[in-house]
């Protein structure tokens, strides 16, 4: 099934199923004839897990994930988190007075719309090329199993490169085991690298880019020491730190920044904390445009 259909699915299904979970609801509410605001809630996951069974129970091959459901900024907009079939995460915004949704990013928006994003990325503390003293700061989230970040990494790199007043931090963010099931011990060995040689953290990096395809979740430990090795590195110095509590609390640390900031998605650049997707598919030209653009708004 097209991802758009599946989408479009979703949105009556979420606008029928809730709407109908809803009425129910008012109807056995005493405060509900006296107080119409009163009604308005959260849906549950059970109420979004009934409308995704309730439409695609019939095609077993069609799954879905549920992130999280939590308030939006804009009152009476309930945030919805959902993956299905394992793709990209989507955003649905769910009216609890209406009933109805909205698939789609909410975007920053006036005249200094970044501000909040720059100050909250304030905490990425990951690798870093670059300007010590920069204009504008780009910030990407990468996970080593993505193939779309495989792509995005030496773009990034060359807008670093062709920018040399800007500063690039990478920020571990590792997507759940249910999409990539070998990230986070790739996460955990790369900052392992960072920690004890920073030096050679991009040559690491690249080296898992690369040999993405001979990875898989019963040979992660093997193949991140075999990369170690060829970038150099002491290869059981680098697994022993892997292991250790405190690699597992900063990637959860990197994780936790991203999902403050609603990275949903990976690879996720923020340039002057504009948040910028699909890096693969932009022309360089553009995105150079995008960065200049920013560099002479710096601090707006």
Known sequence: MKKSLVLLLFLVTINLAFSQTLTSRKEGSPAAAGNPSSTARMPTKDDIEAAMKRTFGYDASITWTIYDISPSPIPGLADVVVSIKNQQAQHIFVSGETQNAIVGEMIPFGANPFTPVRAALQAADGPTQGSQTPAIVLVEFSDLECPHCKTAQPIVEKLVSDFPQVRYTFQQFPLPASMHPWALKAAEYSDCVGQ????AFWKYVDTVFENQ???????????????ATTAGLDAQKISACASLPQTEARVKKSIDLGH????TQTPTLFVNGRRVLGLGDIPYAQLKSLVQFEIDHAGK
């Open 196 to 199: 004890l040689n920073p030096a």
């Open 213 to 227: 395809g001979s990875v898989a979740a019963a040979t992660v430990d093997d193949k991140m020491k075999e990369f």
């Open 260 to 263: 403050s900031l609603d990275v």
